[in-house]
T-cell receptor, first 113, second 114 residues
Framework: DGGITQSPKYLFRKEGQNVTLSCEQN?????MYWYRQDPGQGLRLIYY???????QKGDIAEGYSVSREKKESFPLTVTSAQKNPTAFYLC????????????FGPGTRLTVT | GENVEQHPSTLSVQEGDSAVIKCTYS??????FPWYKQELGKGPQLIID?????GEKKDQRIAVTLNKTAKHFSLHITETQPEDSAVYFC?????????????FGQGTRLTINP
């Protein structure tokens, strides 16, 4: 079954704790992305990676960190420095070709209290 | 910076009628324009896309048009059905530092009334 998986679907944390969201893909895609979605808003890019061991900041990278040790995996850590971490987090992947479609995972809803 | 404006934010139509959602973009170098459908609690799904070398693309009840001169593109859904109810997002590609990224519109919540 090909696609992108994100786990867990729901995540609850106390304020001040770091939390890591998982994203795995078996589409053999080189590029992977993390987006944040808030109610009534579009998707905002947090981080993206085009190749293993390399990644770039997106538009709202502050308070987040990522790693890309394997082509299939792109975990996102929401740190305690992120001022408003409660949101719906979406992972996506694509090939590197120009005009390549991005395929999204099912998302993780993070609630921090 | 790069920007994609999407209108309307909410749209309600009678089942069987047509729905139109419009987007404008700011980067004249954008050359790829996907549309995504997102159901409640799920990730967005690509439903149709268009590249800058064509002006229109159709897939059954869904069509997208692109006007590069005016920098706007639209999604048209004909013969709407209750299962078309969802949030729809447009996006435009931008290229920065050798990487292609997507900039998304704010979304349109489409409701199909039976």
């Amino acid at each position: 079954d090909g696609g992108i998986t994100q786990s867990p679907k729901y995540l609850f944390r106390k304020e001040g704790q770091n939390v890591t969201l998982s994203c795995e893909q078996n589409l053999n895609h080189d590029a992977m992305y993390w987006y944040r979605q808030d109610p009534g808003q579009g998707l905002r890019l947090i981080y993206y990676s085009q190749i293993v061991n390399d990644f770039q900041k997106g538009d709202i990278a502050e308070g987040y960190s990522v790693s890309r040790e394997k082509k299939e995996s792109f975990p996102l850590t929401v740190t305690s420095a992120q001022k408003n971490p409660t949101a719906f987090y979406l992972c996506a992947s694509s090939t590197l070709a120009t005009g390549s479609e991005q395929y999204f995972g099912p998302g993780t809803r993070l609630t921090v209290t | 910076g790069e920007n994609v404006e999407q209108h309307p934010s909410t749209l309600s139509v009678q089942e069987g009628d047509s729905a139109v959602i419009k987007c404008t973009y700011s980067d004249s170098a954008s050359n790829y324009f996907p549309w995504y459908k997102q159901e409640l609690g799920k990730g967005p799904q690509l439903i149709i896309d268009i590249r800058s070398n064509v002006g229109e693309k159709k897939d059954q009840r869904i069509a997208v048009t692109l006007n590069k001169t005016a920098k706007h593109f639209s999604l048209h859904i004909t013969e709407t059905q209750p299962e078309d109810s969802a949030v729809y997002f447009c996006a435009a590609s931008i290229k920065r530092s050798g990487a292609q990224k997507l900039v998304f519109g704010q979304g349109t919540r489409l409701t199909i009334n039976p």
